[in-house]
């Protein structure tokens, strides 16, 4: 599958794509190139001998290099070649080819730890939330299970697995306070309480201070660092690759969209901290019975700076890039024997070197060609599933939302004053009205982003008024967006699965164990028929952005008819599109609401459109309701009219005869 | 004095503005009316140089303006009042004013400027200490057209004025355009309510779909019936 | 010395210290409003900074160049960060990206400072001018703290009227505020951005030389403390705001002492992480801050 840059036969492209290939030519000179020459400046012109023959850097420079040029490369088959060019270059250091680097048992259990590491700030990153707090979770692992072992003298495995659940539990405790922050704010709250955790153990006497914890036994084996790695890699991967995997990529990219999706935001933000915690809670105790002896000055800054290099360079998207990134600088320090001082110094300048060359990391799910689900899943189709027919009661009422009396006020604007209408059960509903009217103010209104401030919104018989938005998609209530909120390196079947996501059951200890895959292939089937519906199905493996701009404002639809809603609340659905691709639309929209007995309620501009396809349209200006009829009446409204053109009659107020001033400030009205 | 030929804009695949000729001569007012959504705000930014044009070229007195920064524009004397307003709410008025003559070089006229603007807006004058976000919706209009007129402008582009204003609050506003045009100031201007624009335009053009479907005199276009169907769809019964 | 005095004393070695941790604190406030980022590597250019004037005083040259020599290399460093580390960063990436780059920007300085000067601790000297003290009561000022206290007031008077009296102050404003309106109005971010940087990283430089006279003695690890608990102070007071940044800075400096002379000096560094921590557990955007609304 290539990757797609656009278009090149435009003309206009083309110029930029010579620039962008100009772009990457500097780039890889400036990777395969200039360290060479800074070395034989620093060496030779400086006289800087430490450094010792720049060629002898080789074998140091040369994982770097290739694994940076992973990341530049356009074409996926290139880069996969890549890889595997890479992979063949460690086995040759791992098996004892390069002189001078040790055999691959005595760099092994220190790789594992630090692949733990890696993956457990990994784990929260994966959802959105930056957690520096890491090593201090490994130093409460570490210290908690070398006390049992050491004082209580409880055996390996309990006393490990008591320090991890403990470590997670503090966890579990801190990700509550740390729903409230986000991004950088987060970040800097858990570098404190990592920096508190150490701090705590430099003055706790009874673990020795700062001198630390001695005569841990060594319970460790190599192969318990391998397994236990190999295990959690297991967990992630069943865990990580449907349902779960999916709602975290979306909390961590919109949380909006997410949550207008029906994705429990809070659960998964607070499972991935917690596990995460787990997972170092775990590496700390196996470390602390590898190397018998703990510290607090082990779980500082500079063993985070370490994993954070290795998963801002490996990638977030999968717990396979930090993986990879480990081997490339874990093994760094044994090619750098003979100058060792300076492993920080360049883990810094890779750091910002990768971040600058690609801050999304090397690793992608594109380049493992993997997916949330698999387009293989969903075509193994069996029979197809019927198509979920929303039965309507034979004593069900005729209105299914009710507005009234809505009002909003954000401090002293009043955004939505007394606006009352209905929308029937298989209607299809305008709302129009002037910029700024208050369209998207009641949207979010309704669809519970916004709390109002009076009277009253009625769904089904109903009030919902104060639920959340995925309580609303629960009740049946489903949106777009006025600007498009696709995930854009999802595939267009995977967004339409996350339209699907309340629909689905398998919660993580599911997931993780595998037991999913019958729901996720169910889900998979009905996903692909909803583009097959939507004349999306020939582009269900494609990444969202790379859709045209018509196609996106078609996945939406699709994702949204995925959760079942009884009610869609369509934002600006044909915005940007011209008048071919709005009547299609406007027949989509008619299908939607005919075959599948849904209800539509959309804000739109297009007045062709509007007018040709709405059974009722509702026009608001500034806020207000000016009226609620059929299209041919509100065309004729005279206030509508003058919503809109603006009003004729001009209230000019001149303190002077004749002189049209702006001294008329005087005489303004309430603004 | 201003020209665009064959204007585009494109947000990434969509083209919201697909070759638009139009001119602005020394003087005048001109009026970019029509529906939400025609892509008149977007050929305003491209004009003030906020967002590249993807085709097509604009000139200001026979000089190209397309390529250039939206700050050399500025300095060149087109200035434009974007849409909402944008005034800096954590600037006092007084700075606001001053965040306008930035280019400028000679600063006692500048003071010179604050004062008179402070006289022809009594209602700044009242609140020159105070902080932009203050303001109501009306006064914010003002300080935003007052900061444009302090680098001088010789040809103002404003988009929509009337947006999230009161109706006698938008007639002062057009009064005072009406009666810098009549001083000498050259104004282009985008907006939704078409009446109010033709009452004070000289001409105007109708876009619709991010192209001209009809330009003239405002009279002209004020008296037929086809501005009714450029906004509100079918023709009128 | 009674308990009052001695309870003063260490209120005055509060307000020194956090004086100094306020200029510190205001260049890291400036830059997160101008460019959106929390600059991690602030507390390596107060170290550098130290290092330049202690470089000059050991040479023999006087307090004068030993300020000027902080304040321009930390100055010269700090626009390298923002020219190499966060200018090629692309527009829509994810936003912790650029706050990490610092931290790779801050390892690296940081290291490369140890190779040129050790890691061990060197002895600061006190410049001929600033011996001696004057007493006033029960109480001895050192020349040493007047000046500093002196100085930090001047610079941050200094800049609090850069920033809100001239023609480049509201430009830094309108820039921090709105750089689309700022562009439209002629104030060129290219300029704005790179100017901001370097005088906040010049303020920390000469932080630096003023807090190693103080202490009479600097080290190259001193970045990391530095940094969190001028960050501590900056999130304390609100990113972005001036004010917040000065009185949190002077809250934590007095905290410090107050945490090393009643407590235990081990437990100093916590204080400003438990800072961090229990503010924005109750207010997540700072005293001072304004929340970031989201359109939808």
């Not at chain 1, 703990?294 to 990638?315: F, K, R, T």
């Not at chain 1, 810094?348 to 594109?366: D, T």
């Amino acid at each position: 599958m290539k990757r797609h840059r656009g278009d090149p036969s435009r003309a206009a492209d083309a110029g930029f794509l010579r620039a962008e290939r100009r772009a990457r030519l500097r780039l890889a000179l400036l990777v395969w190139i200039v360290p060479y020459a800074a070395l034989f400046a620093a060496r030779y012109g400086l006289g800087y001998a430490k450094l010792g023959q720049p060629l002898s850097w080789l074998p140091v420079l040369l994982g770097l290099q290739l694994f940076a040029t992973i990341g530049m490369v356009r074409d996926l088959r290139h880069a996969r070649a890549l890889v595997g060019l890479a992979a063949l270059l460690y086995l040759a250091y791992f098996s004892g080819l390069v002189p001078g680097f040790a055999a691959v048992s005595s760099v092994l259990p220190q790789l594992c730890i630090v692949a733990l590491m890696a993956i457990a700030l990994w784990l929260p990153f994966s959802s959105g939330q930056l957690s520096l707090a890491q090593a201090g979770f490994m130093a409460l692992g570490a210290y908690a299970s070398a006390w049992l072992t050491t004082g209580s003298q409880w055996p390996f495995l309990p006393a490990l697995l008591a320090g991890a659940f403990g470590t997670a539990l503090v966890g579990f405790v801190v990700s509550y306070p740390a729903l409230r922050l986000r991004g950088v704010y987060l970040a800097v709250a858990t570098l404190g309480l990592g920096e508190v955790i150490r701090i705590f153990f430099v003055n706790f006497e009874p673990t020795g201070g700062a001198f630390g914890m001695s005569g841990i036994p060594r319970y460790t084996q190599t192969w318990h660092l391998v397994l236990t790695l190999a295990v959690v890699c297991a967990v992630l991967f069943a865990l990580m690759r449907g349902r779960i995997g999916r709602a975290a990529w979306a909390v961590r990219h919109d949380e909006i969209a997410a949550a207008a999706l029906g994705v429990e935001t809070t659960r998964i933000r607070i499972l991935t901290f917690t596990l995460g915690a787990f997972i170092a809670g775990l590496a700390g105790g196996l470390q602390a019975h590898y190397v018998r002896f703990i510290a607090p000055e082990n779980y500082g800054l500079a063993a985070l700076i370490d994993w954070l290099v290795i998963v801002m360079m490996g990638g977030y998207e999968t717990f396979v890039g930090p993986l990879a990134a480990t081997v490339v600088l874990g093994t760094l320090p044994e090619l750098m024997r003979f100058l060792s001082d300076w492993r920080l110094l360049l883990n810094g300048a890779i750091l910002v070197a990768f971040l600058v060359l690609r801050p999304n990391g090397i690793i992608g799910r594109e380049l493992l060609g993997w997916r949330f689900s698999p387009m293989r899943v969903a075509r193994d189709g069996a029979a197809p599933v019927a198509q979920p027919r929303a039965a309507v009661e034979a004593d069900a009422s005729k209105v299914l939302l009710a507005v009234e009396g809505v009002g909003k006020r954000f401090g002293g604007l009043l955004a939505l004053t007394g606006v009352c209408f209905e929308v029937e059960r298989g209607q299809i509903h305008g709302l129009i009205g002037p910029n700024g009217a208050g369209k998207t103010t009641l949207f979010n209104a309704i669809t519970g982003l916004y709390a109002i401030d009076a009277g009253s919104i009625v769904f089904d018989g109903r009030p919902i008024h104060d639920l959340r938005p995925q309580e609303l998609l629960r009740r049946g209530i489903a949106r777009t967006f006025q600007n498009i909120r696709l995930f854009g390196h999802l595939s267009v079947l995977e967004n339409v699965m996350l339209g699907g996501h309340a629909r689905m059951k398998s919660g993580p200890l599911r997931c993780a164990l595998g037991l999913d895959r019958r729901e996720e292939r169910a889900a998979a089937q009905r996903a692909l028929q909803l583009l097959g519906l939507l004349d999306l199905e020939q582009v269900a493996g494609d990444a969202a952005e790379t859709l045209s701009y018509g196609d996106q404002r078609r996945l939406e639809i699709a994702r949204v008819l995925a959760s079942d809603p009884a009610l869609l609340l369509l934002d600006e659905p044909a915005a940007g599109m011209n008048a071919a691709e709005a009547a299609e639309l406007g027949r989509l929209l008619r299908r939607i609401c005919g075959e599948l007995g849904k209800t539509i309620l959309l804000i739109e501009h297009d007045m062709e459109l509007v007018m040709s396809l709405c059974e009722r349209v509702t026009v608001l200006d500034h806020g207000q309701l000016v009226t609620s009829d059929v299209p041919a009446e509100v065309q004729r409204h005279p206030a509508v009219i003058a919503a809109y053109l603006g009003s004729a009659d001009t209230q000019t107020c001149t303190p002077g005869a004749g002189r049209h001033d702006v001294r008329v400030a005087a005489c303004e009205g309430v603004p | 004095m201003l020209a665009t030929q064959d204007l585009a804009v494109r947000y990434g695949r969509i083209e919201a503005v697909k070759g638009v000729s139009l001119r602005v001569g020394a003087g005048e007012i001109v009026a970019l009316i029509g529906a939400n959504g025609a892509g008149k705000s977007s050929t305003l930014l491209a004009i003030s140089g906020v967002l590249a044009a993807a085709r097509g070229g604009v000139s200001f007195d026979g000089r190209p303006l397309s390529g250039l920064s939206a700050h050399e524009i500025v300095r060149r004397g087109v200035v434009q009042v974007v849409e909402g307003r944008a005034i800096f709410a954590r600037l006092t008025v007084t700075e606001n004013l001053l965040a306008g003559a930035y280019t400028r070089r000679d600063r006692g006229a500048v003071a010179t400027d604050i004062e008179k603007m402070l006289d022809r807006f009594p209602r700044l004058r009242d609140r020159a200490a105070q902080l932009g976000g203050t303001l109501s919706g009306g006064e914010q209009q003002m300080l935003a057209i007052a900061r444009a007129l302090m680098s001088r402008p010789r040809l103002l582009l404003l988009d929509e004025p009337s947006m999230g204003l009161a109706p006698l609050i938008v007639d002062a506003i057009f009064d005072l355009l009406a009666e810098l045009n009549r001083e000498g100031l050259t104004i282009l201007l985008v907006e939704q309510n078409a009446v109010k624009a033709l009452g004070i335009a000289h001409r105007a053009y109708v876009l619709a779909n991010g192209a001209v479907v009809d330009e003239g005199e405002s009279q002209a276009l004020l008296a037929d019936g086809r501005l009714h169907e450029a906004y509100l769809g079918m023709a009128r019964s | 010395m009674s308990d009052i005095e001695f309870f003063l004393q260490q209120l005055g070695n509060g307000v020194i210290l956090g004086s100094a941790y306020a200029l510190i604190a205001i260049g890291l406030t400036l830059v997160f409003g101008v460019l959106g980022v929390i600059n991690l590597a602030q507390g390596e250019l107060f170290m550098v900074g130290a290092f330049a004037g202690l470089v000059c005083l050991e040479q023999g040259f006087g307090l004068t160049a030993a300020l000027l020599a902080g304040a321009a290399v930390a100055g010269g460093v700090g626009l390298l960060i923002e020219r190499i580390a966060l200018r090629p960063l692309p527009a829509g990436i994810d936003p912790h990206i650029p706050m990490v780059s610092t931290i790779g920007a801050a390892v690296v300085i940081q290291q490369v400072t140890t190779k040129i000067f050790s890691t061990r601790q060197h002895p600061y000297p006190t410049p001929a001018v600033l011996a001696g003290s004057v007493t006033l009561g029960p109480f001895q000022l050192d020349y040493v703290n007047l000046f500093i206290i002196g100085l930090a007031i001047v610079l941050m008077v200094g800049l609090t009227l850069l920033v809100q009296r001239t023609r480049l102050g509201i430009a830094i404003r309108a820039v921090a505020e709105n750089p689309r309106t700022a562009g439209l109005m002629g104030m060129n971010r290219g300029f704005v951005v790179p100017f901001v940087f370097g005088v906040s990283s010049a303020l920390a430089g000469l932080a630096g030389v003023l807090v190693g006279i103080y202490f009479n003695n600097i080290g190259p690890f001193v970045g990391i403390p530095i940094g969190l608990k001028v960050l501590a102070a900056v999130i304390f007071g609100g990113l972005g705001s001036i004010r917040g940044a000065v009185c949190a800075s002077l809250v934590i400096g007095v905290a410090e002492v107050m945490t090393v002379a009643y407590v235990a000096s081990s437990w100093r560094d916590a204080v400003a992480f438990g800072v961090i921590i229990v503010v924005l557990l109750l207010r997540p955007v700072g005293l001072f801050g304004s929340p970031v609304a989201q359109k939808v």
